[in-house]
Every structure is written in structure tokens, then in C-alpha cells.
T-cell receptor, first 113, second 113 residues
Framework: NAGVMQNPRHLVRRRGQEARLRCSPMKGHSHVYWYRQLPEEGLKFMVYLQKENIIDESGMPKERFSAEFPKEGPSILRIQQVVRGDSAAYFC???????????FGDGTRLSIL | AQSVTQLDSHVSVSEGTPVLLRCNYSSSYSPSLFWYVQHPNKGLQLLLK??????LVKGINGFEAEFKKSETSFHLTKPSAHMSDAAEYFCVVNNNAGNMLTFGGGTRLMVKP
């Protein structure tokens, strides 16, 4: 049973570029969550998606960040015009349903030059 | 709204001695509570969860936690630390809708030989 797969594991971008982070949930899981972890901090909720729907995006920054979970393919977290403050580890989690334990991927570590 | 406070940012124990990682929560409803462990450059692994069944919850790797409503606590314990237990531990509470995790700041556990 493959777990939650995130790629790339490490991503380096220059200021102003776009970053695209991918997440494939565990088999049988239709709920996806994205979290951000800044250095020396806990994870902060960003967005919760089901297939083709954003359910809760209360933790997403108002600008430059977007997320999708299409009918086919992985969930994508997109950050446009990246800035130094976007440097962080971004974790994806999935669950089989609402209020079920979330299983995490190994994260994507984004570094902005 | 819910919140989690981990009372110690760092805990150091000797191998073979007991482990106690403290967590207090705040919630306006009956929460689901979790402990996750994060090894360096890895994702989060679920250690155990409390969902209003037994107040003493047993998890993986010999860890357990006790839910005490009167003290709003959910401390994590292990009778005998192992070197492989060295990691970051997060106490986590679910929101009322069951779709958003709120993380404590984390406790870094160091195990001395």
C-alpha cells in the first residue's frame, strides 16, 4: 500500500517564479489537506479539498496561492511569484473521509533564492 | 475555536528512562486528539488518537496518552525511552467539523545513551 506521495521532495525557485507542488493521496482516500511548516514551528492548515471541490481554504494566503484536486491526477498546490517568506516545508495529508485520521506525505521542502 | 499548547519545546531523557511529553488543549466541543511524530526530513506518523472512547489510549512503539477532561490535558508517555524515539512530537486537535488539524508547537525529544 503506497502512502501519500509528494513530489518533488525538494524544490528550489528564484523570487518571482512559480512553484507547483504535487500530492497523490493514499489509495481509497478522497480527502486531501495541505499544511505549511515554517522552520521551528508546527504545521499550519492551509486548505482542504475533495475531488474537484475546495471545501475549506481558510488557511490559504489571499494572494498568489491556489490549490486544486482534479477528477484525474494529483492535487496541486501552486504558488505564483514566490517570495523568500514562502520558504517552508509543505505537507499533504489524505483521509478516506471526514473526521478520519489524516495520513501525511514526506513533504516538499521549498527554498526560495 | 480550538488550540493546543505543548508545554516543553525540548525534553531530554536517558535511554531506558520514562518519557513524558505534556500537552494541554482548548476546545468548545468534545475534541478528537492525536499525537504525531516527525523524524528529520520526514513526514508525520500517527502515534495514537483519542476519539471519546477509552480515556487511556495506547499507540504504536509503546507510547500511550491519557485524556483528562478536568485538566484539559493529553500527555504522552512511554515507560522506557529508546534511541530511535528521538524526534519531534506534535500534539494535535481536530476541529468540530473534523476536517482541520490544529498543531501544537512541537516538542523535540532527545535521548541520551
Amino acid at each position: 500500500n503506497a502512502g501519500v506521495m509528494q513530489n518533488p521532495r525538494h524544490l528550489v525557485r528564484r523570487r518571482g517564479q512559480e512553484a507547483r507542488l504535487r500530492c497523490s493521496p493514499m489509495k481509497g482516500h478522497s480527502h486531501v489537506y495541505w499544511y505549511r511548516q515554517l522552520p521551528e514551528e508546527g504545521l499550519k492548515f492551509m486548505v482542504y479539498l475533495q475531488k474537484e471541490n475546495i471545501i475549506d481554504e481558510s488557511g490559504m494566503p489571499k494572494e498568489r496561492f491556489s490549490a486544486e484536486f482534479p477528477k484525474e491526477g494529483p492535487s496541486i498546490l501552486r504558488i505564483q511569484q514566490v517570495v523568500r517568506g514562502d520558504s517552508a516545508a509543505y505537507f499533504c495529508a489524505s483521509s478516506p473521509g471526514n473526521n478520519q485520521p489524516q495520513h501525511f506525505g514526506d513533504g516538499t521542502r521549498l527554498s526560495i533564492l | 475555536a480550538q488550540s493546543v499548547t505543548q508545554l516543553d519545546s525540548h525534553v531530554s531523557v536517558s535511554e531506558g528512562t520514562p518519557v513524558l511529553l505534556r500537552c494541554n488543549y482548548s476546545s468548545s466541543y468534545s475534541p478528537s486528539l492525536f499525537w504525531y511524530v516527525q523524524h528529520p526530513n520526514k513526514g508525520l506518523q500517527l502515534l495514537l488518537k483519542y476519539t471519546s472512547a477509552a480515556t487511556l489510549v495506547k499507540g504504536i512503539n509503546g507510547f500511550e496518552a491519557e485524556f483528562k477532561k478536568s485538566e484539559t490535558s493529553f500527555h504522552l508517555t512511554k515507560p522506557s525511552a529508546h534511541m530511535s524515539d528521538a524526534a519531534e512530537y506534535f500534539c494535535v486537535v481536530n476541529n468540530n467539523a473534523g476536517n482541520m488539524l490544529t498543531f501544537g508547537g512541537g516538542t523535540r525529544l532527545m535521548v541520551k545513551p
